[in-house]
Nanobody, 119 residues
Framework: EVQLAESGGGLVQPGGSLRLSCATS????????MSWVRQVPGKGPEWVSE????????NYADSVKGRFFIARDNAKNTVSLEMDSLRPEDTAEYYC????????????WGQGTQVTVSS
């Protein structure tokens, strides 16, 4: 059974930082690109970042470039998202997803972790 479990969300003040983690199992993790996707109620999902299967290539949405950093550990089957200089508009449910920017919608999704940026 494929499982993806996000953790690390919470409430943070503007300008603060959070680190999201995603633990995975049930599939060949090191063969998959991985993405982080976020969604707010009433809107469609927004792709945030991707990392290649080997970890050597990363890409970011313009809205988070320079503030968010994706990484993976293929020995531990985990992917993380370091989020710095958080803004209120970063408030969303964040999901760990298999696949990259072009195919994540067809991938496996975790249950999500809520990030709220507010003073």
């Amino acid at each position: 059974e494929v499982q993806l479990a996000e953790s690390g969300g919470g409430l943070v003040q503007p300008g603060g930082s959070l680190r999201l983690s995603c633990a995975t199992s049930g599939f060949n993790f090191r063969s998959y690109a991985m993405s982080w996707v976020r969604q707010v109620p009433g809107k469609g999902p927004e792709w945030v970042s991707e990392i290649s299967a080997g970890g050597g290539v990363t890409n970011y949405a313009d809205s988070v470039k320079g503030r968010f950093f994706i990484a993976r550990d293929n020995a531990k089957n985990t992917v993380s998202l370091e989020m710095d200089s958080l803004r209120p508009e970063d408030t969303a449910e964040y999901y760990c997803v298999t696949g990259g920017r072009m195919d994540y919608m067809a991938g496996y999704w975790g249950q999500g972790t809520q990030v709220t940026v507010s003073s």
